[in-house]
């Protein structure tokens, strides 16, 4: 069973960057599509990058353009590298298989805070 392990999170002004890692293991995490996802307060978990194990990407229209999702299969590894950041960002981003059935095993995620 795959485990998973956010970090890079923090506070980050307005237009700002951040780089978001995910380490997983277990067997299986070569062969499944990777995604990153988000809950902001009073909001529902969603997709917002993913990635196959072929390296094509998708991306959320509040996204593009500003995120760019990678994944180093070998080191069991998934990357969110997060530009021009705006407060509508913050939110306990998550990374998981995708899609995630619904009881997926999540991870505690990591808190990214867009503010002044």
């Known amino acids: 069973q795959v485990q998973l392990v956010e970090s890079g999170g923090g506070l980050v002004q307005p237009g700002g960057s951040l780089r978001l890692s995910c380490a997983a293991s277990?067997?299986?995490?070569?062969?499944?599509?990777m995604g990153w996802y988000r809950q902001a307060p009073g909001k529902q978990r969603s997709v917002v990058a993913r990635i196959t194990n072929g390296g094509s990407t998708y991306y959320a229209d509040s996204v593009k353009g500003r995120f760019t999702i990678s994944r180093e299969n070998a080191k069991n590894t998934v990357i969110l590298q997060m530009n021009s950041l705006k407060p509508e960002d913050t939110a306990v981003y998550y990374c998981n298989v995708y899609p995630a059935p619904i009881r997926a095993p999540w991870g505690q995620g990591t808190q990214v805070t867009v503010s002044n």
């Open positions: 277990g067997s299986i995490f070569s062969i499944y599509v």
